[in-house]
């Protein structure tokens, strides 16, 4: 299921694809990095100032984190559903942990 969040200035669509944020179809970010924790906020307010969030090298106002947050809880409900997604997630879990404990 894909979701559109914004058009950009020039033209490509940000949108949220399962539980990816894509710019013009390309995979950009999994996740929003709030602009105060930010290690360049500065730039950010400065080019945008009613950003809230960043994905990627996308600058979102609430609005936008809004709509993206929409989309990744009904892809997370329909995951849910799916018995298949649920033996998926734990297996990605699994391997995760094992990759962080050094073992592969």
């Given at each position: 299921m894909?979701?559109?969040?914004?058009?950009t200035e020039?033209?490509?669509k940000?949108?949220?694809?399962?539980?990816a944020?894509?710019?013009?179809?390309?995979l950009?970010?999994?996740?929003?990095?709030e602009v105060?924790m930010?290690?360049?906020?500065?730039a950010?307010?400065?080019i945008?100032?009613?950003?809230?969030?960043?994905a990627?090298?996308?600058?979102?106002?609430?609005?936008?984190?809004?709509?993206?947050?929409?989309?990744?809880?009904?892809t997370?409900?329909?995951?849910?559903?799916?018995?298949?997604?649920?033996?998926?997630?734990?297996r990605?879990?699994?391997?995760?942990?094992?990759?962080?404990?050094?073992?592969?």
């Amino acid at each position: 299921m894909t979701t559109l969040i914004k058009t950009t200035e020039d033209g490509r669509k940000v949108e949220v694809n399962g539980l990816a944020i894509c710019l013009d179809g390309k995979l950009e970010a999994f996740e929003l990095i709030e602009v105060a924790m930010h290690p360049n906020r500065r730039a950010i307010v400065e080019i945008m100032s009613d950003a809230t969030h960043m994905a990627g090298r996308i600058a979102l106002t609430r609005e936008d984190v809004r709509k993206v947050e929409e989309a990744f809880a009904e892809t997370e409900k329909q995951i849910l559903a799916s018995p298949a997604a649920i033996n998926e997630r734990f297996r990605l879990a699994v391997k995760r942990r094992t990759c962080s404990e050094g073992i592969e």
